[in-house]
T-cell receptor, first 116, second 113 residues
Framework: GAVVSQHPSWVICKSGTSVKIECRSLDFQATTMFWYRQFPKQSLMLMATSNEGSKATYEQGVEKDKFLINHASLTLSTLTVTSAHPEDSSFYIC????????????FGPGTRLTVL | QQQVKQSPQSLIVQKGGISIINCAYENTAFDYFPWYQQFPGKGPALLIAIRPDVSEKKEGRFTISFNKSAKQFSLHIMDSQPGDSATYFCAASKNTGRRALTFGSGTRLQVQP
């Protein structure tokens, strides 16, 4: 149990285009989902916290208008990178938590974004 | 401000040996301390986690030792195997608010056959 999927697993796009990444909890309902970015050989950096039915909470320094997050249901959150640039190239990973009082986060397999 | 400091950055261990990774935290509000294993190109997978009311927790070959007064915790991998070669992250979260994880910088473990 506790499986989180991401789609796509990798994507290559041209500079200036937008890319949408999906994060799904497959066998549980996730009240909260988190989005992380990871550069090569570095740690995971939290970008934003996504709660079903409400606006996402962004970490300091993360542009809300560039990284659009939608948590439309208890099993799906999406991250849209708008007007992508080469510096946005990274490994994007989501995680999901089952309940508000739960600590355990289950991570997705990640999405490799390359912006040309 | 790095709230969770992890060491060493990299570690080489012989097969069958013990791998030890250490983490120290600053925020006394943290009350949940998980360890994650990550293989290249994959998402992190939860290995084991501990809370401050316990000084040690063991699951198979993996053991967490926790020292609340020193604000330190460590991961011990017994009988290390080449398949354990991966990057390991410690993390911590508070029991209030978003319960977001703060990650350590990671340790690249290489187990030599």
């Amino acid at each position: 149990g506790a499986v989180v999927s991401q789609h796509p697993s990798w994507v290559i796009c041209k500079s200036g285009t937008s890319v949408k990444i999906e994060c799904r909890s497959l066998d549980f309902q996730a009240t909260t989902m988190f989005w992380y970015r990871q550069f090569p050989k570095q740690s995971l950096m939290l970008m934003a916290t996504s709660n079903e039915g409400s606006k996402a909470t962004y970490e300091q320094g993360v542009e809300k208008d560039k990284f659009l997050i939608n948590h439309a249901s208890l099993t799906l959150s999406t991250l849209t990178v708008t007007s992508a640039h080469p510096e946005d190239s990274s490994f994007y990973i989501c995680s999901a938590r089952q309940g508000a009082s739960e600590d355990t986060q289950y991570f997705g397999p990640g999405t490799r974004l390359t912006v040309l | 401000q790095q709230q969770v400091k992890q060491s060493p950055q990299s570690l080489i261990v012989q097969k069958g040996g013990i791998s030890i990774i250490n983490c120290a935290y600053e925020n006394t509000a943290f009350d949940y301390f998980p360890w994650y294993q990550q293989f290249p190109g994959k998402g992190p997978a939860l290995l084991i986690a501990i809370r401050p009311d316990v000084s040690e927790k063991k699951e198979g070959r993996f053991t967490i030792s926790f020292n609340k007064s020193a604000k330190q915790f460590s991961l011990h991998i017994m009988d290390s195997q080449p398949g354990d070669s991966a990057t390991y992250f410690c993390a911590a979260s508070k029991n209030t608010g978003r319960r977001a994880l703060t990650f350590g910088s990671g340790t690249r473990l290489q187990v030599q056959p």
